[in-house]
């Protein structure tokens, strides 16, 4: 079955920058769609980016211009560069893969946090 698992959160100064990474198992990696989702206390959890098969990406207003998310298929793992960090994009980060277009969420990895520091 599909496995997910995300790395590369931690601690970091507001301006600063961090790399998450998401590794998955499974074979529908390079034909599904890829997305990051973050959830911060109290609030609901939102989509922050998402890159399908094709490599079309889509961006949370909220995060347009400073995060970019890219995917190696190769590799079956996806990737979220976060730049220019602002406290409120303290969350728990979690990546998830869709099978099918427009579809659920299929897959999602454990989650992992990320602490902006003013």
């Known amino acids: 079955q599909v496995q997910l698992g995300e790395s590369g959160g931690g601690l970091v100064q507001a301006g600063g920058s961090l790399r998450l990474s998401c590794v998955t198992s499974g074979r529908t990696f390079s034909s599904s769609a890829m997305g990051w989702f973050r959830q911060a206390p109290g609030k609901q959890r939102e989509a922050v980016a998402i890159i399908n098969s094709g490599g079309s990406e889509n961006y949370a207003a909220s995060v347009k211009g400073r995060f970019t998310i890219s995917r190696d298929n190769a590799k079956k793992t996806g990737y979220l560069q976060m730049n220019s960090l602002k406290p409120e994009d303290t969350a728990v980060y979690s990546c998830?893969?869709?099978?099918?277009?427009?579809?659920?969420?299929?897959?999602w990895g454990q989650g992992t946090q990320v602490t902006v520091s003013s």
């Open positions: 998830a893969t869709q099978v099918r277009p427009g579809g659920i969420w299929d897959y």
